[in-house]
């Protein structure tokens, strides 16, 4: 029963009381399983360029950049980096004052390596009188976490990754993720002026340090790269929070007796790339970058995609056009052909259509949003990976999943998922218009059956949440997906502190 409290905190929020209702039943009978027809692998789903291949789609991206198409850079950037810092926290708290672990251990060894060690240096001195060097040698390793974690410090602990300092750049400079992501962006997302859009997502505690950032820098970059930076913000809506129950699915409610919402994933931000007006947009997480030296491979396969993604977008307004002037026989059959093997979508009931029922089929599965996805050989992270799933009209088509989705009481669909040869790095172009131009309506293509309930705690009371479907598996289930292979170069993530010792990141 919501009382009048509630009803203005959801009336606050953009929530209304029946969306409250669906996610309690969503609480209770969980998400159905996804029901697997094989693991894409570059014999079955995912395809592999040669040179000759990735010189030609480079050059069709070239060319469209130079005819006018819109481009986009869209960064997920809102998290907090607080996980990245999660055994830092855990040695703070341990009652220990020397490092015992193998990550403390490899943290300190590596110190004098981070990007940020000369302003964690400074802010030792500033704090305690006393370089890195001399706290080490006196024993006050955890005065040095803290300087480095803590708000009188660099505060990294409740900072965003994109304003962390991860690489020695050259000339002596030290760049932030942010910075990373921007220079990228002259390098493949340019259009035919030279201007660079790009779009982070932000969390509304961030968004001023995110404008003094950029304030100090894009005059200088935009000098250095002879381009025009376009950067624009948004936060995650508050209309897609979730509602946060107890073990038996009531709501959860806090001493004070309010209603308790949750952000629901990262699937919410749907709404953010909705609001997008660009035809090409790029997709990539804010922690996946690289120094300058090292991004030639990462720059060459993003504009290969890119231009996998023109030629394919071009096939498919061709074909929509001839649906729509009447497709005979012969070229209802070329068209089939198309969905099967560029869109690696197949139904066996297609042998069955009249010609009328084939032609609406290929319709329905020609117009939609499409998106090439780059997925590197898996070696071992955790995360989603490429599959062709069934669909509810019975086709089945490219999905990326998470384990979750997977029912593990299924030995088959567990053996099939084990059987996977590659991983999602989140490395995605996208192109969000029709074949006219207009743009779509990116929620009217989410399966709503995707999303994850997990268990949480606040307050020390266990309690569930409740996560939208994933941006890249079920906020985009029903795109036209494309896997294509590149090398495992190009997928460089920060999930801890220390992965910035890694040589990708030094």
Same mark, same amino acid.
């Given at each position: 029963?919501?009382?009048?409290?509630?009803?203005?905190?959801?009336?606050?929020?953009?929530?209304?009381?029946?969306?409250?209702?669906?996610?309690?039943?969503?609480?209770?009978?969980?998400?159905?399983?996804?029901?697997?027809?094989?693991?894409?692998?570059?014999?079955?789903?995912? =395809?592999?360029?040669? $040179? /000759? &291949?990735?010189?030609? +789609?480079?050059? %069709?991206?070239?060319?469209?950049? @130079?005819?006018?198409?819109?481009?986009?850079?869209?960064?997920?950037?809102?998290?907090?980096?607080?996980?990245?810092?999660?055994?830092?926290?855990?040695?703070?708290?341990?009652?220990?004052?020397?490092?015992?672990?193998?990550?403390?251990?490899?943290?300190?060894?590596?110190?004098?390596?981070?990007?940020?060690?000369?302003?964690?240096?400074?802010?030792?001195?500033?704090?305690?009188?006393?370089?890195?060097?001399?706290?080490?040698?006196?024993?006050?390793?955890?005065?040095?976490? =803290?300087?480095?974690? $803590? /708000? &009188?410090?660099?505060? +990294?602990?409740? %900072?965003?990754?994109?304003?962390? @300092?991860?690489?020695?750049?050259?000339?002596?400079?030290?760049?932030?993720?942010?910075?990373?992501?921007?220079?990228?962006?002259?390098?493949?997302?340019?259009?035919?002026?030279?201007?660079?859009?790009?779009?982070?997502?932000?969390?509304?505690?961030?968004?001023?340090?995110?404008?003094?950032?950029?304030?100090?820098?894009?005059?200088?970059?935009?000098?250095?790269?002879?381009?025009?930076?376009?950067?624009?913000?948004?936060?995650?809506?508050?209309?897609?929070?979730?509602?946060?129950?107890?073990?038996?699915?009531?709501?959860?409610?806090?001493?004070?007796?309010?209603?308790?919402?949750?952000?629901?994933?990262?699937?919410?931000?749907?709404?953010?790339?909705?609001?997008?007006?660009?035809?090409?947009?790029?997709?990539?997480?804010?922690?996946?970058?690289?120094?300058?030296?090292?991004?030639?491979?990462?720059?060459?396969?993003?504009?290969?995609?890119?231009?996998?993604?023109?030629?394919?977008?071009?096939?498919?307004?061709?074909?929509?056009?001839?649906?729509?002037?009447?497709?005979?026989?012969?070229?209802?059959?070329?068209?089939?052909?198309?969905?099967?093997?560029?869109?690696?979508?197949?139904?066996?009931?297609?042998?069955?259509?009249?010609?009328?029922?084939?032609?609406?089929?290929?319709?329905?599965?020609?117009?939609?949003?499409?998106?090439?996805?780059?997925?590197?050989?898996?070696?071992?992270?955790?995360?989603?990976?490429?599959?062709?799933?069934?669909?509810?009209?019975?086709?089945?088509?490219?999905?990326?999943?998470?384990?979750?989705?997977?029912?593990?009481?299924?030995?088959?669909?567990?053996?099939?998922?084990?059987?996977?040869?590659?991983?999602?790095?989140?490395?995605?172009?996208?192109?969000?218009?029709?074949?006219?131009?207009?743009?779509?309506?990116?929620?009217?293509?989410?399966?709503?059956?995707?999303?994850?309930?997990?268990?949480?705690?606040?307050?020390?009371?266990?309690?569930?949440?409740?996560?939208?479907?994933?941006?890249?598996?079920?906020?985009?289930?029903?795109?036209?997906?494309?896997?294509?292979?590149?090398?495992?170069?190009?997928?460089?993530?920060?999930?801890?502190?220390?992965?910035?010792?890694?040589?990708?990141?030094?």
């Amino acid at each position: 029963m919501l009382t009048s409290q509630d009803q203005q905190l959801i009336e606050n929020k953009g929530i209304t009381p029946q969306m409250i209702e669906g996610q309690i039943e969503r609480f209770k009978n969980g998400f159905p399983h996804l029901r697997i027809h094989s693991v894409a692998t570059v014999d079955n789903g995912i =395809k592999r360029l040669n $040179e /000759k &291949d990735i010189a030609h +789609y480079i050059k %069709l991206w070239r060319e469209a950049q @130079l005819a006018g198409v819109t481009v986009e850079k869209f960064v997920p950037a809102s998290g907090a980096a607080s996980r990245m810092f999660k055994n830092m926290f855990a040695f703070t708290t341990s009652g220990r004052t020397v490092p015992e672990t193998d990550f403390e251990k490899t943290y300190f060894n590596g110190i004098n390596h981070f990007a940020f060690f000369q302003p964690l240096n400074k802010a030792c001195e500033r704090l305690y009188n006393a370089p890195i060097p001399q706290l080490v040698e006196e024993g006050k390793y955890v005065d040095i976490v =803290k300087a480095m974690l $803590e /708000k &009188d410090g660099l505060n +990294y602990g409740f %900072l965003p990754k994109a304003l962390l @300092l991860f690489h020695k750049a050259a000339g002596g400079g030290i760049h932030t993720s942010l910075e990373e992501h921007l220079e990228e962006g002259a390098q493949y997302a340019t259009n035919s002026r030279r201007e660079v859009n790009i779009h982070f997502t932000v969390s509304p505690e961030h968004r001023k340090l995110f404008e003094k950032t950029l304030k100090a820098k894009l005059s200088t970059m935009e000098q250095v790269w002879g381009v025009k930076y376009n950067v624009s913000m948004s936060e995650q809506k508050q209309s897609t929070d979730t509602i946060a129950v107890n073990l038996d699915n009531t709501p959860y409610r806090n001493e004070a007796g309010e209603l308790l919402f949750r952000p629901a994933g990262h699937g919410a931000l749907i709404e953010n790339l909705n609001e997008q007006d660009a035809d090409v947009i790029f997709v990539k997480n804010i922690d996946n970058v690289v120094p300058l030296r090292l991004r030639n491979t990462t720059i060459r396969y993003k504009k290969a995609i890119a231009g996998y993604l023109i030629d394919v977008q071009r096939h498919i307004a061709k074909h929509i056009a001839t649906l729509d002037k009447g497709a005979n026989a012969n070229e209802l059959k070329n068209i089939l052909k198309f969905v099967e093997n560029r869109l690696c979508t197949h139904n066996e009931a297609t042998a069955q259509m009249s010609e009328d029922e084939l032609a609406n089929y290929l319709r329905g599965k020609l117009n939609r949003p499409i998106r090439v996805c780059g997925m590197v050989l898996n070696e071992g992270e955790p995360g989603g990976g490429p599959y062709l799933a069934y669909n509810s009209d019975g086709s089945y088509s490219p999905q990326i999943l998470e384990a979750a989705q997977i029912d593990e009481n299924d030995p088959a669909a567990v053996e099939l998922m084990q059987r996977g040869t590659h991983f999602n790095p989140v490395d995605l172009v996208c192109y969000i218009k029709d074949y006219k131009g207009e743009k779509f309506d990116l929620k009217k293509f989410v399966d709503a059956n995707t999303g994850l309930i997990s268990m949480k705690s606040t307050g020390g009371v266990e309690i569930k949440a409740l996560e939208l479907p994933g941006l890249w598996n079920g906020s985009m289930s029903d795109w036209n997906t494309i896997f294509i292979e590149v090398p495992i170069e190009t997928f460089n993530p920060v999930k801890t502190v220390n992965d910035l010792l890694r040589p990708q990141h030094q």
